[in-house]
Nanobody, 123 residues
């Protein structure tokens, strides 16, 4: 059973930055960040496979960066140039059993989830 604990959320003004962290209880080869705004579906934001294969939602490309520290089992999401539409609960997700090397943003790919950390962007 993999445990995931997110932190780093908060309130920030438009154009600001935040860095989210997710501490995992063990290494998993595929991890991702998702977000869910009130009344909306959970959507994939960014994913990383092993160390370097990444994929981003079009809405965050060029503004968000996903990375990981495998020695510490920590996943990061650096979020810059934040917009009001980035306001959501952000979740860390992990895939334990191997499926493939594709950096998919589908929520159905991931079988472990954190509790989430709230990000609020206001003008």
């Amino acid at each position: 059973q993999v445990q995931l604990v997110e932190s780093g959320g908060g309130s920030v003004q438009t154009g600001g930055a935040l860095r989210l962290s997710c501490v995992a209880s063990e290494y998993t080869y595929k991890m991702a960040w998702f977000r869910q705004a009130p009344g909306k579906e959970r959507e994939g934001v960014a994913t990383i496979v092993r160390d370097t294969v990444t994929n981003y939602a079009d809405s965050v490309k060029g503004r968000f960066t996903i990375s990981r520290d495998n020695a510490k089992n920590i996943l990061y999401l650096q979020m810059n140039s934040l917009k009001s539409e980035d306001t959501a609960m952000y979740y860390c997700a992990a895939r334990v059993q191997f499926t493939d090397w594709r950096p998919t943003l589908s929520k159905y790919e991931y079988d472990y989830w954190g509790q989430g950390t709230q990000v609020t962007v206001s003008s």
